[in-house]
């Protein structure tokens, strides 16, 4: 089991010892990963954790907006991820607020 960001929330001072304690035994009760535990909690904003988790890992983190993926690249990616659901799921598709139609696939 790999605890490193509540480890590292905890070396920062979000969180204490106790709560530290409490999410390391709830990991190992529910099969749910740190990250599940720590947005569910609401303990750390999503967007920061991120950032945690590109320092933690030397990942870099960059910020991308959806409209500007070319479809060329997600294709592949969304039928990777449908080769491995049932046939009744094959239409897929999203909705982006800024675009005025649904792209689908």
Do not use: A, C, H
């Not at 409209?67 to 039928?79: A, M, R």
Request: no cysteine.
């Amino acid at each position: 089991m790999n605890i490193k960001l509540i480890q590292e929330l905890f070396g920062n001072g979000i969180i204490n010892e106790q709560k530290k304690d409490e999410l390391q035994k709830e990991i190992q009760t529910t099969g749910k990963t740190e990250e599940e535990l720590i947005l569910e909690k609401k303990i750390y904003p999503e967007s920061s954790l991120f950032e945690l988790k590109s320092e933690i890992f030397k990942i870099p983190l960059k910020k991308v907006k959806v409209e500007e993926i070319p479809l060329e690249v997600l294709q592949p990616i969304i039928k990777l991820l449908l080769s491995k659901k049932p046939k009744t799921l094959l239409r897929w598709g999203w909705f982006i607020p800024k675009m005025p139609q649904r792209r689908t696939l």
